[in-house]
């Protein structure tokens, strides 16, 4: 364990992480490799179930026919986890469980398999909150529907259920208690542009509590989770993350927050509201019909009917009119989307026109250094660079930089690859 963070009481939330040292803006904090992960169904036959990397074309088990490798080294290096999942795999196809319900099993697996605690871990299982008792009826019923297929699923591995569970430690013997901590505690794990492509637990990292305008942000490398800090942090200072995306209204902030992880939020953002006028300004009529086709943009998204979508887009920001706010939550949404569906379909240089009115948007409201900025501003230096604006491409790379050299860290691969465009682009200057 790193010595730069220990446990406390945090007043008013219970458990946290401080500060034991004063630690820099820019600072790698604390690292992690998680108890138990599992790639998203989603992403099943994208990503390496071991390493965690994208490639179009993966190796399929050939017994469970789900986890897919990018070799076999990372098929033999799975194996001593994958071998238990595989028999519950099979015995449940073709139907597949909840992404909550396999890495509720790999715990489990993971708990039966060792024969002693982690020294290092600030925090284990056994003490991390189900919060059963303040959970309405509806998510009782949610709960234990997951419960009860957690239980069918691992019936095939686990023959003596019941005698094995007696095993694992009291508070996770009961089904429904495990899938609650499991659920509120486990991590979206995501790949080096932010996309969600898997699901972690990283029981000391849980520790730490939610600000809406944090000191510190997490970083995935693989699995392995990396804690940096975004600001100044004295000695003795609460650790802090956001649970969830910052960019949003304090109303709907707190929503998610008491929903998803039962509590109110009462950090400064939220008491000030200091970014709720700009987020919803523009006319009201505009606002609702950008904001009430939200969804629809998901599904076709979801779908990737990239055509439809960017029609779609291009005629509700036309309603909208180039007047209305480009500060508009539900208005950078559609912009954005529009970028996505342009890079799907090769769109290069209306890619890139999205891209660009996105940028002072994302830099007022994320005013500290945050890697979703960093990413979009990477994301479009790759479309000036590959149009050839080199020299607005090179410097549209340096403001990335800037910000994931603090976020993500010289060594990272992405800040790699970013300092390798860099290069780039000042040798094809010097030409």
Known sequence: ????????????????????????????????????????????????????????????????????????????????????????????????????????????????????????????LEEHESH????????????????????????????????????????????????????CNCFTISDAELQEIGVGLYPSLSLLNHDCGPNCVMVFEGTKLHLRAIKDI????????????????????????????????????????????????????????????????????AESNWPELLDLCKELLSKAGSSFPAENLSKLKVTDVALDACIQLGLWEEALEFGLKTLPVYRCYFPDPHPVHGIQLMRVGKLQHFLEHITDALDTFKQAYEILKVTHGDAHPLTSELKMKMEECRCELNQ
């Open 1 to 124: 364990m790193a010595p730069k963070v220990d446990r406390f009481v945090s007043p008013g939330k219970g458990n946290g992480l401080r500060a034991t040292a004063n630690i820099r803006r820019g600072e790698l904090v604390y690292s992690a490799e998680p108890q138990a992960a599992c790639v998203s169904n989603k992403w099943a036959k994208n990503v390496c179930h071991h390493c965690f990397s994208r490639h179009e074309t993966l190796l399929r088990c050939s017994q469970c026919k789900m986890a897919r490798y990018c070799n076999i080294t990372c098929q033999k290096l799975a194996w001593p986890v994958h071998k238990s999942e595989c028999k519950c795999l099979r015995s449940v196809l073709p139907r597949i469980p909840t992404d909550s319900v396999r890495l509720a099993a790999r715990i489990v697996f993971a708990l039966l398999g060792s024969s002693k605690g982690n020294g290092e871990e600030l925090y284990t």
């Open 132 to 183: 059963l008792s303040s959970l309405c009826e509806q998510k009782r019923e949610g709960l234990s529907q997951l419960a009860s297929m957690l239980q069918l699923y691992l019936q095939e591995e686990v023959s003596a259920l019941d005698q094995v569970v007696s095993s694992l430690p009291p508070s996770c013997q009961d089904p429904m208690s495990l899938m609650a901590k499991v659920t």
């Open 234 to 301: 004295e000695l003795g200072d609460e650790l802090t993350i956001s649970y969830i995306d910052s960019m949003a209204l304090t109303d709907d902030r707190r929503k998610q927050l008491e929903e998803q992880y039962h509590f109110t939020c009462c950090c400064q953002r939220c008491d000030s509201r200091d970014m709720d006028a700009l987020m919803a300004s523009g006319e009201e009529a505009t606002c609702c019909l950008l904001k009430d086709a939200l969804p629809r943009l998901d599904g076709l998204k």
